[in-house]
């Protein structure tokens, strides 16, 4: 008995077993965020954890990205290359997690705390958790990517902050990044139509202050991570969804995530 058509279970079972996997694999490196610890030393665990699992980490070798999964350090926005830096008390880090389980792709990412951080941070932190569930309500099969790029940009600004415009979610598969772009601004009604039994992520990037994004290189790859001019703080969080006739679910819950969810 399924609410599934015949026609998608395949891809849906693929879809939900690397997502299940990206999240505890999410979980794990959370765990491992403690002052002191290096964003190497959390890379390897994932890494490790990954291969365990019978899946590849999509990020490694990604368009020439050297690391297994992206940190990205207070300022920096996305796709921070882990490195020999420990981590310290007061910092946030997103870890952004990508694994590829029998071909399929689940994509997640969380910001986390070190150790006691400020009022603004985890201000910062909490609305990027709660527009991230504003997004992802919008999603049902008919609607449109500016529904979500609304109702993420009405709870950010509301509150003050910054919706990244530039780099967003995408529609993932059996590939990384595919079409549409979902962004964390737009109109209702508006933009690309969302194809029930496919899946997007939705990511939305919350800046500080308006400061005007840059775009840094990464050695020998086509990859570029970004901070805003003024340095100001970034928190993101990212689930995969699944687009249903009806509404959405989420890929990328773990076990008990996926029970209580039910
Ligand atoms: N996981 C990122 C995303 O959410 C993409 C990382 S690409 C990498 O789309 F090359 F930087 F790893
Ligand atoms: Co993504
Ligand atoms: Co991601």
Not at 59 to 87: M, R, W
Request: charged fraction near 20%; aromatic fraction near 10%; glycine fraction near 10%.
């Amino acid at each position: 008995m399924s609410q599934y058509p015949e026609k998608h279970l395949e891809f849906i079972q693929g879809m939900k077993a690397a997502g299940r996997l990206a999240a505890k694999t999410l979980k794990l490196a959370g765990q491992l965020v403690k002052e002191g610890v290096t964003t190497n030393a959390i890379n390897d665990a994932v890494h490790e954890y990954t291969l365990k699992n019978k899946a590849l980490p999509a990020p490694l070798g990604y368009k020439g990205f050297p690391k297994s999964l992206c940190t990205s350090v207070n300022e920096c926005i996305c796709h921070g290359v882990p490195d020999n830096q420990a981590l310290k008390n007061g910092d946030i880090i997103n870890i952004d997690v990508t694994s590829i389980l029998d071909g399929y792709f689940g994509d997640t990412s969380a910001t986390f705390y070190v150790g006691e951080v400020s009022d603004q941070a985890k201000a910062l932190t909490e609305a990027a958790y709660h527009a991230m569930h504003k997004g992802i309500a919008q999603v049902i099969g008919g609607g449109r990517v500016g529904d979500i790029g609304f109702a993420v940009q009405k709870y950010v600004t509301r509150r003050g902050y910054t919706p990244v415009e530039s780099i967003g979610g995408h529609g993932i598969g059996r590939v990384f990044h595919t079409e549409p772009f979902v962004p964390s601004v737009g109109k209702k009604g508006k933009g690309f139509k969302l194809q029930p039994w496919t899946c997007i992520t939705v990511e939305p990037m919350l800046n500080m202050t308006s400061s005007p994004i840059q775009e840094f290189a990464i050695p020998d790859s086509e990859i570029f991570y970004y901070k805003a001019e003024d340095s100001c703080l970034s928190a993101q969080f990212e689930h995969t969804l699944l687009i249903t006739d009806t509404g959405y679910e989420i890929m990328t819950l773990d076990e008990e995530e996926a029970v209580s969810f039910k």
